[in-house]
């Protein structure tokens, strides 16, 4: 949904996928968690494979011309990739806050 995870409010993204520096409620600092690639990793094998059996189920059903085909999965595709890469930043992030992850510490015995 795109909230912070701290206090509530919209504002967790700053453009399509990128972070906000800070929440304009909380003045939560986003910087400090990171999330990684791993969303794109997973959600690019995800979205191809849904993709490809899409495409393939819709050759095969309508036998409809390539750039007609092309036409309409690769806006499927790249809103499907955007809207799953907010949705897995967001929940990576807001785990991340509920279970206070950082950076590994050695603690003195």
Not at 71 to 85: D, N, S
Not at 88 to 107: C, D, N, S, V
Request: aromatic residues 8%; proline residues 6%.
């Amino acid at each position: 949904m795109g909230l912070c995870p701290q206090c509530g409010a919209k504002g967790l993204f700053d453009g399509l996928t990128r972070f906000a520096p800070q929440c304009k409620s909380c003045g939560l600092d986003y910087g400090q968690f990171n999330v990684g690639d791993g969303p794109a990793a997973f959600l690019t094998l995800i979205v191809g494979a849904l993709s490809l059996g899409l495409a393939l189920w819709i050759e095969f059903t309508l036998e409809p011309p390539l750039w007609l085909l092309l036409a309409l999965l690769t806006p499927v595709v790249a809103a499907t990739t955007i809207l799953g890469l907010r949705i897995a930043k967001a929940a990576l992030l807001a785990a991340e806050y509920r279970r206070k992850a950082g950076e590994g510490r050695i603690k003195d015995q």
